[in-house]
């Protein structure tokens, strides 16, 4: 959740992996972003430094993803989303799927060893980043 993010200010959001039982990087995932629209308007997205990524809003509150990167990904955001608060967000507001991760070694399917921060939370660290 967004605590203290008042309607119409901008502020980021980082879905983050974590791993759970895997060693090593990982080389691909996908996954959805689920959110309430009124609640939340989705302004950009962007990748970490090393990873090819593509983004698609096919319909209100529903944000697809997909990031590939031939090095591995360690210890970085899949994904972070800069957001305009329609209305104060809440935790109940936001739900991450993850379909697939692979592994960049053997490319192993790791999708059940990794978990999603399931409900997104913005501290006082990435609010503010701007405004459009």
Same mark, same amino acid.
């Given at each position: 959740?967004?605590?203290?993010?008042?309607?119409?200010?901008?502020? *980021?959001?980082?879905?983050?992996?974590?791993? !759970?039982?895997?060693?090593?990087?990982? /080389?691909?995932?996908?996954?959805?972003?689920?959110?309430? %629209?009124?609640?939340?308007?989705?302004?950009?997205?962007?990748? %970490?430094?090393?990873?090819?990524?593509?983004? /698609?809003?096919?319909?209100?509150?529903?944000?697809?993803?997909?990031? /590939? %990167?031939?090095?591995?990904?360690?210890?970085?955001? /899949?994904?972070?989303?800069?957001?305009?608060? !329609?209305?104060?967000?809440?935790?109940?507001?936001?739900?991450?799927?993850?379909?697939?991760?692979?592994?960049? *070694?053997?490319?192993?399917?790791?999708?059940?060893?990794?978990?999603?921060?399931?409900?997104?939370?913005?501290?006082?660290?990435?609010?503010? !980043?701007?405004?459009?």
């Amino acid at each position: 959740y967004m605590p203290g993010l008042t309607a119409g200010e901008v502020s *980021e959001i980082r879905v983050l992996l974590l791993d !759970v039982e895997i060693e090593g990087a990982i /080389a691909a995932y996908q996954g959805e972003l689920h959110y309430d %629209a009124e609640a939340l308007e989705v302004l950009d997205a962007r990748f %970490a430094d090393g990873v090819l990524g593509a983004w /698609a809003i096919p319909e209100k509150g529903r944000l697809r993803f997909a990031g /590939a %990167a031939l090095e591995g990904i360690e210890d970085a955001p /899949a994904l972070v989303l800069q957001v305009r608060a !329609v209305r104060p967000p809440m935790a109940s507001d936001f739900r991450v799927v993850l379909e697939e991760i692979t592994a960049a *070694e053997g490319f192993a399917d790791l999708t059940s060893k990794v978990v999603t921060e399931q409900q997104p939370v913005v501290t006082s660290r990435f609010r503010n !980043v701007g405004t459009r």
